[in-house]
């Protein structure tokens, strides 16, 4: 009995080394899980803060599309209101291009009709002159 109890004391102490060496195992193995555990948060902070740098470029690249937007479409109402200026004033020349000939028609009638006026004039002196003179060479015979 004695000597069965004795060639059991190394198995106990054995199995006592064998209980440290699985603790300090799993020891081991909790602080890699710790150590991975930190890893996977610091990679999904830096997977965070790299998604929150995209969204904003995004945002910015959306900004500038919109601005770029609003620029053309003030620049193309600058482009209208520059040819309705233009045109307006086209307009306003020919209609002073149009008063022009129309003054210069007026001011050619009236000078036909001081031609035709200084014509009758002279006509009815004419008239009257040949008239005086058949009166005097009545009076003289």
Same mark, same amino acid.
């Given at each position: 009995?004695?000597?069965?109890?004795?060639?059991?004391?190394?198995?106990?102490?054995?199995?006592?080394?064998?209980?440290?060496?699985?603790?300090?195992?799993?020891?081991?193995?909790?602080?890699?899980?710790?150590?991975?555990?930190? #890893?996977?948060?610091?990679?999904?902070?830096?997977?965070?803060? *790299?998604?929150?740098?995209?969204?904003?470029?995004?945002? *910015?690249?959306?900004?500038?599309?919109?601005?770029?937007? /609003?620029? @053309?479409?003030?620049? *193309? #109402?600058?482009?209208?209101?520059?040819?309705?200026?233009?045109?307006?004033?086209?307009?306003?020349?020919?209609?002073?291009?149009?008063?022009?000939?129309?003054? @210069?028609?007026?001011?050619?009638?009236?000078?036909?009709?001081?031609?035709?006026? /200084?014509?009758?004039?002279?006509? /009815?002196?004419?008239?009257? $002159?040949?008239?005086?003179?058949?009166?005097? $060479?009545?009076?003289?015979?």
């Amino acid at each position: 009995m004695r000597a069965r109890g004795r060639e059991r004391k190394p198995d106990r102490k054995r199995k006592k080394g064998r209980g440290r060496e699985r603790e300090s195992e799993r020891a081991r193995e909790r602080e890699s899980e710790r150590a991975r555990e930190r #890893e996977n948060e610091r990679a999904r902070e830096r997977e965070s803060e *790299s998604a929150s740098i995209r969204e904003s470029e995004r945002e *910015s690249e959306r900004a500038r599309e919109r601005e770029s937007e /609003r620029a @053309s479409i003030r620049e *193309s #109402e600058h482009k209208r209101e520059r040819e309705s200026e233009h045109k307006r004033e086209r307009e306003r020349e020919r209609e002073r291009r149009r008063a022009r000939e129309r003054e @210069s028609e007026r001011e050619s009638e009236r000078t036909s009709e001081r031609a035709r006026e /200084r014509a009758r004039d002279r006509a /009815r002196e004419q008239s009257r $002159k040949r008239a005086r003179e058949r009166s005097q $060479k009545r009076a003289r015979e």
